[in-house]
DNA sequence: CTGAAAGCGCTTACAG
DNA sequence: CTGAAAGCGCTTACAG
């Protein structure tokens, strides 16, 4: 019924080899190429990738594992990814983990399964400090977030240095009591959080951070909670995009306005941190550069699998906004 | 090097055929099942997709075309289309043609190559009209944008009505001259400005309607030309979220607020929407609904091949927000 | 329930 | 440059 490579070879009078090199421009003369490319126009042959991936051992597929694609900072990410990889003739599986272990691991064996070429890769937590460990059979990028060091490539952001900048600029507009929400599943988060303590230490003020799952719900419903015990900060910064928006939420539910009442800053600039009110402070990531630099890490990777493993640090960008001025 | 299934085979002391039974719950004993397990838990082994797939000639994948996955409307149906794709245990193939029919082209060729199970699709407004003509070798759902009657199975919104309701809804807070901004590039676009025109004209109001590029910029730079012309309307009506975004932008950067100056309402209910100055009145799309019923229509349509197309039409609804109360 | 054999649709040494 | 043949790693009738 379909028409595979022996129909057009058998249309265009010549071996079914002849096709394939004509296909893939292998040595093929002028004429039998015309031929070919007739053959294949009049047959409307399409080739079978899958017949194609097993015989030649190349897959040209590359694995993404993120937590989330509704993430905007994923979302980004992944379209800087695929047309990086639709560039060079590859194609992309896309992976969202829910920050699950249990989903990660079993895309994990999906990607063994494709036989990928390459894996940019987010680990949750979990898995992150024990990735020294495991060694897979392809080259592995990690984005977003660095593993144990050494273990792979990596492209990252300097969260400590990132945390400590929205913390700085919070404390020079004469905010002291500084209230920290960070995400609980993922080596960025802690990250975050350590730049945020360093810089409260060293500026002589007390760390008050919590812990919580990194949405927007789970970031409303503490701060929520913190701003009821009474003694309330004058600023609060968050460790992500969701968070963030959980975290105004939860002001505008109060009835607290930004930075009347309260000062709020965080990462990812994301579209309504403009939008809203006099503009939320925000660190923002080179996103797209992320994913662009990931992408040439593998690439160089799979040219050279000996190069010892290379961590590029890009930086976040404060863009201070009305919600951090003007102090309490 | 890698460990196949003859490996497998040899450690348990069985054939390959047994092996590949025990994978795909064939009727193996529970004695030689086990020796399969341990044997394939000792090596490692993992099933190569490609050469399952070329031999079972099923490959058990989705392809998912859409215009661009950084459209908050597309990133919510494909997280919708791969659960359900996952659940199913099939694979998703994501591809952006950014509205450009060549891009589109290029990766409905992808999907033959793929031999893909079935494809779920939002085609171009150029791909759309003539997609009667086409015939795939799998079958096709349409998503977001029907194509000629009967050709495919449909999951859409009632555009027409929906944006009617639209300007329902402004007409009866007192707003007459309603201008509107549309898309060129899709089916959809089109259906919500004949909605809009045929509910002006039910009014006895005229239409003042604008297609252009359906991104923020294209918005922002027609409705700030529309109104420097003077005679500047009092209600904007926009065609979809990134363009909503793009108008909002150019109010602001206008110096104009809404509702005060101008009435502002448009269609997706966009995080950002709720969260700017009163909020923005929208309509509402069952996104995730959308992307889960064109998977239920796929998997029925493999089912059954012969069965009538089937076009399910959900409804939009509608959030009425600050942005369009108060008449000027 | 189990195994030996054929074959899915390609690509790639090998020989000419 | 070209073709005949082998083989990538599986699954699936076929026979027992």
């Known amino acids: 019924m379909s028409v595979g490579i022996k129909d057009v070879a058998k249309a265009a009078g010549v071996s079914a080899a002849t096709v394939s090199r004509a296909l893939g421009n292998g040595p093929v003369s002028a004429d039998l190429r015309d031929k070919v490319e007739a053959a294949i126009r009049a047959t409307g042959y399409r080739p079978n990738l899958s017949a194609r991936r097993l015989r030649s051992q190349h897959s040209r597929t590359i694995g993404l594992i993120v937590s989330d694609i509704r993430n905007p900072f994923f979302t980004t990410l992944s379209r800087a990814v695929e047309d990086a990889a639709y560039r060079a003739d590859m194609r992309v599986v896309l992976c969202n983990t829910d920050e699950n272990p249990d989903r990660e691991a079993m895309y994990l064996r999906l990607m063994q399964e494709e036989r990928i070429t390459g894996l940019i890769y987010a680990p949750t937590r979990a898995t992150s400090a ?3 460990e495991v060694d897979f059979d392809f080259p592995v990028v990690l984005v977003d977030r ?3 060091n ?3 490539d990596a492209v990252v952001i300097d969260n400590v240095g990132a945390a400590g900048t929205l913390v700085g600029h919070l404390a020079d507009q004469g905010h002291a009591r500084i209230f ?4 609980n599943t993922s080596s960025t988060a802690i990250e975050r959080h350590d730049g945020y303590r360093a810089a409260m230490l060293g500026r002589g003020l007390d760390p008050d951070a919590r812990f919580v799952a990194p949405n927007a719900d789970a970031a409303a419903a503490a701060l929520a909670e913190r701003l009821a015990t009474g003694d309330r900060p004058d600023a609060v910064v968050v460790s992500n995009g969701l968070m963030l928006l959980g975290a105004y939420r939860a002001l505008k539910a109060g009835g607290l306005e930004t ?5 709020l800053a965080g990462f990812d600039n994301e579209t309504w941190t403009e939008l809203v009110g006099p503009g939320l402070t925000v ?4 996103v797209a550069d992320i994913g662009r630099t990931a992408m040439d890490l593998l690439f160089e990777r799979l040219r050279s699998p000996d190069m010892a493993s290379r961590k590029v640090v890009l930086s976040g960008r404060l863009i201070a906004r009305g919600s951090s001025t003007s102090a309490a």
Do not use: N, Y
């Open 130 to 132: 024990r990735l020294g």
């Open 150 to 152: 050494g273990a792979h």
């Open 180 to 183: 920290g929400l960070f995400g």
């Open 259 to 263: 930075p009347r009442d309260l000062a």
């Open 146 to 148: 660095a593993g144990p």
């Open 283 to 286: 660190i923002e990531q080179p």
